[in-house]
């Protein structure tokens, strides 16, 4: 008996043990909670034939590229947390990753002006431009192409057009998540801090807002390679002013996007009328809901400013305080220059007539008169081309250049 009873208490023992140090290893193999990531999807993947046909929709030679082009890719859709107006939300966009093991650069594109939710990168992966953009990464890169907030996974928020603040913050934070999706060891492209940014139109106002942050707030984060900023307006002011200043405008729902989004945010507390003649002014709020393209909106609206614009506006909005909110708004969220360290090309089409190219001529004079040299600083026009022909030329440009620093 008491053999059996010394018996039975030794397997108590050995099981309790057994219980206990399993709990410990449990506790001890935890993983850390990511603290931007949620979720990622497979969207698709590109064999490298396929990225040469993808490829050569832009570059009709594609000879000269086709010898960099050593990996099969893999495009998924990543949720993140960022915040909006103080408040945590779900954002969302793209990455883009070769499917050969490694540790790579990364390469951020910023995206121009859309109003339409099924036009977002993630809901459009296989579009003209992210398409594009999605198969550098078979050149050894890994691509990050944000949604923006209003788009993907924040469909249900305004988007805030040409906001700083929360462009830059929803752009680092898919970054920040990036890497922590980088740490899965399913994961065989590893992302490094080397970065590459890159952006057309508004894209470019964001990409030349997300260097500025970089390098004031964040170069020990990022290791900032190069940007390409392209075709942006990076002072808003200038751009009122310019469109105030044509009979003609080419793209009206351009400037009702940016003045609806300011109100809709609460920026300024002016009525739209105070801006936007009638019947323009009553439409415009249920024109931005994501389901209207801006070809749609711009048909509704009308390209005569004396007919869009109140002749208060028109008139009065250097001197009238009514308009006193919007200029600061204008100013706060443009671009100022300041004293770059980071290699940096402006991009602009000679025959822009959306943005002007003298847009960028302007930011590269201010970027002079702060002291920029020529080996930080380029200004490059393309000769014949407009705000949309240019494109191609400019990503083909960036690609190339970006690949040399590489």
């Keep these: 008996m008491n053999t ?136 050894g890169f890994i691509v990050v192409i944000p949604d923006y907030i209003g788009f993907g996974a924040s469909a249900q928020f305004p988007h805030p057009y040409l906001h700083a603040e929360s462009t830059t913050q929803s752009i680092l934070d898919m970054l920040r998540a990036v890497n922590e999706y980088g740490t899965d060891v399913k994961v065989v492209a590893k992302p490094i801090k080397k970065l590459f940014i890159f952006g057309y139109s508004q894209g470019g106002w964001a990409t030349m807002l997300l260097q500025k942050a970089i390098e004031t707030n964040f170069s020990t984060e990022f290791h900032l390679v190069a940007s390409s900023c392209a075709s942006g307006p990076y002072s808003i002011s200038y751009m009122n002013d310019y469109v105030s200043r044509q009979t003609d405008y080419p793209m009206p729902y351009f400037l009702a996007y940016l003045l609806n989004a300011y109100t809709t945010i609460g920026l300024v507390t002016n009525p739209l009328s105070d801006f936007i003649q009638a019947p323009y002014a009553a439409i415009i709020p249920g024109l931005f809901d994501g389901s209207n393209s801006g070809g749609s909106i711009n048909a509704l609206l009308t390209t005569k400013m004396a007919s869009f614009l109140t002749p208060e506006y028109l008139s009065g909005f250097a001197t009238n305080t009514k308009f006193s909110a919007l200029k600061s708004a204008f100013i706060a969220n443009s671009v100022e220059a300041w004293n770059i360290s980071t290699p940096t090309r402006l991009y602009h089409g000679a025959d822009d007539n959306y943005i002007p190219v003298s847009m960028s001529e302007t930011m590269f004079a201010d970027f002079k008169t702060k002291g920029v040299p020529d080996s930080k600083i380029q200004l490059m026009i393309i000769p014949g081309t407009d705000h949309t022909t240019a494109i191609g030329p400019v990503a083909m440009n960036t690609i190339l250049w970006f690949l040399g620093l590489k």
């Design 4 to 139: 059996l009873k010394q018996y039975r208490l030794f397997l108590m023992i050995i099981v309790f043990s057994g219980l206990f140090l399993n709990s410990c290893t449990k506790k001890d193999m935890s993983v850390t909670p990511n603290q931007y990531l949620i979720t990622n999807e497979l969207k698709f993947g590109m064999t490298t034939a396929d990225v040469k046909t993808s490829l050569q929709t832009y570059i009709p030679d594609i000879g000269l590229v086709g010898s960099l082009i050593q990996s099969d890719i893999e495009v998924q859709k990543i949720v993140y947390k960022t915040t909006f107006k103080g408040t945590s939300i779900q954002a969302s966009g793209l990455v883009c990753l070769p499917k050969t093991a490694g540790n790579y650069p990364v390469l951020c594109f910023q995206n121009g002006t859309n109003t339409l939710h099924s036009e977002a990168p993630t809901e459009n992966p296989k579009g003209d431009v992210v398409s594009m953009l999605e198969s550098v990464a078979s050149m």
